[in-house]
């Protein structure tokens, strides 16, 4: 485990900070989907909070704009019972020539427990979570092209939700693999947990060098990459992080990459399709299939909440037991 | 260790005292919730006797404990099951063992957070020593004392039994 990884944990070996999905064990992933299934199932009671993180305040620090992220954070706090403050960078002082860690120092001075940050740069969750003082916890909500592991996390609660075991599952995931945190911490998570086998279906311009070494079978071809799937991940257009000309136009990634039901005819008949949104719907997926029977993807931003309130509460748990 | 309850006795017991306090307080209609888990093992059995009409209501209160942050997160709760609007009713809440009270404080808490019922009286099979907050049940199966490092374990659902334990490092 690397010094990176090992920065997650405790003394005591309990998850403290979630950064990445790098290093966790496949028991750690189990037991957050465990968690998770309880506060799923809880989430249609009448009553759907609880005192469990009472007194904490949590910040979330989003860098970047996100709405559905932003959100589910924001409930999953709040149905802890946790004071939230939104805070939004634009108008804060790092606009005004602050350093990230005098911002940090700056909130932590008004006993902040937990950060959730989102930023554009990867490693910048780590970076904060090596500075912050023992008894706060960081969230990764998405860095750079690095990670987003709470999508990854929720994207594994949905699979097991309609799939229940991992291991027979043969998994694909479509579209620009290079630009996305959410694809790798998504690969990561699906290699822990164990899966027959992830493919990867993209053009050779949208994926990262060696990109075999991940653990996936890389496909080019739509068609051959669906063969037999049990689960299909779309992945957006990362139109606002494309530099250069690595695609011809829109129109052409649909017709070679956008699902269409005819396409999905190639993956098995009770295969889900997902989304971490948001959907460019004519770019990466046909209207009909994001709306189809077989999507799953409004699910999917229900269970992000339980997934939220699960990590949030085993970590917030773990930097409170450390004296 | 023999088992020295005679739980058939102890339901007699606690279906009496019960049966007495809905007839002093002039209770007509009463809604009865167990406690999970040995607490709705032990109402559905009293439920049964006490010919309720209201479905039985199931609390999970883990999400309510004030030990949270030294036990960590159960990652088996179940969903609470109120079936009914509580507001304004007459509540009998069941659990199996009353020891320091903590339980029925974040149960209460729980069901507060439902609606404000007339009344709650607490009814539980054992009631041991060693209170730690100022609640107390109203009806009892039977009053112990047992020496610190020794617990009540209610083994269920279907031919209940109850056995005591010593642990290693006192709770």
Redesign the interface.
């Known amino acids: 485990m690397t010094n990176d990884q090992g920065i997650q944990f405790t003394s005591e070996g309990k998850l403290k900070h979630f950064l990445t999905i790098e290093g966790l064990s496949k028991s750690l992933l189990t037991?957050i989907l465990?968690?998770a299934?309880?506060?799923a199932?809880?989430s249609?009671?009448?009553?759907k909070?609880?005192?469990?993180l009472r007194g904490k305040t949590i910040i979330n620090l989003f860098f970047e704009n996100s709405t559905r992220t932003r959100t589910t954070f924001d409930l999953a706090a709040t149905r802890l019972s946790a004071d939230v403050l939104n805070m939004d960078i634009s108008t804060s002082a790092t606009s005004k020539g602050e350093t990230l860690l005098d911002t940090i120092h700056n909130l932590e001075a008004m006993h902040i427990d937990m950060f959730v940050v989102r930023h554009s740069v990867s490693g910048a969750a780590h970076f904060i979570a090596r500075h912050v003082a023992p008894n706060v916890s960081v969230i990764n909500a998405g860095d750079g092209q690095h990670a987003h592991p709470t999508q990854a996390m929720l994207d594994m609660f949905t699979i097991r939700r309609f799939k229940q075991d991992f291991s027979p599952l043969k998994v694909a995931i479509i579209g620009d693999i290079l630009h996305s945190r959410v694809a790798r911490s998504q690969i990561q998570a699906l290699n822990i947990l164990g899966v027959a086998a992830v493919h990867v279906i993209a053009p050779k311009t949208l994926l990262p060098a060696q990109a075999e070494s991940l653990g996936i079978k890389v496909f080019y071809d739509v068609k051959q990459g669906l063969e037999d799937v049990d689960v299909v991940i779309m992945l957006r257009l990362q139109k606002e992080r494309m530099t250069g000309a690595l695609l011809p136009t829109e129109s052409e990634y649909y017709k070679c990459y956008g699902l269409t039901e005819e396409k999905l005819k190639f993956a098995k008949q009770d295969a889900i399709v997902m989304h971490p949104g948001p959907i460019n719907r004519g770019v990466e997926i046909a209207s009909e299939v994001a709306d189809g029977m077989r999507s799953v993807i409004l699910k999917q931003v229900s269970y992000g909440i339980a997934v939220r309130m699960?990590i949030m509460?085993?970590t917030m748990?773990a930097a409170?037991?450390r004296e | 260790m023999i088992n020295r309850f005679d739980i058939q006795g102890l339901l007699d017991q606690l279906e009496q005292a019960l049966k007495k306090t809905i007839v002093d307080r002039n209770i007509a209609d009463p809604v009865m919730i167990g406690i999970h888990t040995g607490g709705v093992w032990v109402a559905k059995k009293i439920h049964q006797r006490l010919n309720i009409n209201e479905p039985l209501g199931l609390l999970d209160i883990s999400f309510y404990r004030d030990d949270f942050s030294q036990i960590g997160v159960n990652p088996k709760v179940k969903p609470s099951q109120l079936p009914i609007d509580i507001e304004g009713r007459d509540i009998i809440l069941i659990d199996d063992v009353f020891y320091t009270g903590r339980t029925i404080r974040a149960a209460l808490n729980e069901i507060f957070d439902y609606g404000r019922p007339r009344q709650v009286i607490l009814g539980v099979l054992i009631e041991r020593d060693g209170r730690q907050i100022p609640v107390k049940p109203d009806c009892v199966g039977e009053t112990i004392t047992l020496p610190p490092g020794q617990r009540i374990k209610l083994t269920g659902p279907e031919n209940l039994a109850i056995h005591i334990e010593t642990i290693e490092k006192a709770a």
Do not use: N, R
């Not at chain 1, 249609?44 to 009553?47: I, M, Y």
């Not at chain 1, 909070?49 to 469990?52: G, S």
């Open positions: 037991e465990d968690v299934e309880s506060f199932s809880v249609e009671q009448q009553v909070k609880f005192p469990l699960a509460s085993m748990q409170g037991s």
